[in-house]
Nanobody, 126 residues
Framework: QVQQVEKGGGLVQAGGSLNVSCEAG????????LGWFRQPPGKDREFVASISASGGNTYYADFVKGRFTISRDNANDILALQMSSLKPEDTARYYC???????????????????WGQGAQVTVSS
């Protein structure tokens, strides 16, 4: 049985763009708020962005506002994160996660999420 699977990521130069996506595994995304977290090398995991179950509300960490865009395709159970103007400090393993929620919440704490993927590596070179 597979949890959701992150795809994309890779190596990019500073200032470039990269996308990561997350596809549902054993659990459909329906009824869940979705979030992206990341864990830089040697650091704790941190919140990046979240989107409500309806898709109508989003919330971003200050350090990605204006550079990253979170979106979801509820019909196909896909979560996406478009990243632009990437910086070396964005280097991290990026994880998607599911949180039980009403249609409007945008959870931002890891303890609110119950299902995690394996992550996708994003490396930004200077």
């Amino acid at each position: 049985q597979v949890q959701q699977v992150e795809k994309g990521g890779g190596l990019v130069q500073a200032g470039g763009s990269l996308n990561v996506s997350c596809e549902a595994g054993i659990r459909t995304f329906s009824g869940f708020a979705l979030g992206w977290f990341r864990q830089p090398p040697g650091k704790d995991r941190e919140f990046v962005a979240s989107i409500s179950a309806s898709g109508g509300n989003t919330y971003y960490a200050d350090f990605v506002k204006g550079r990253f865009t979170i979106s979801r395709d509820n019909a196909n159970d896909i979560l996406a994160l478009q990243m632009s103007s990437l910086k070396p400090e964005d280097t991290a393993r990026y994880y998607c996660a599911l949180a039980r929620s009403n249609l409007y919440m945008t959870p931002r704490f890891s303890w609110q999420y119950e299902i995690w993927g394996q992550g996708a590596q994003v490396t930004v070179s200077s």
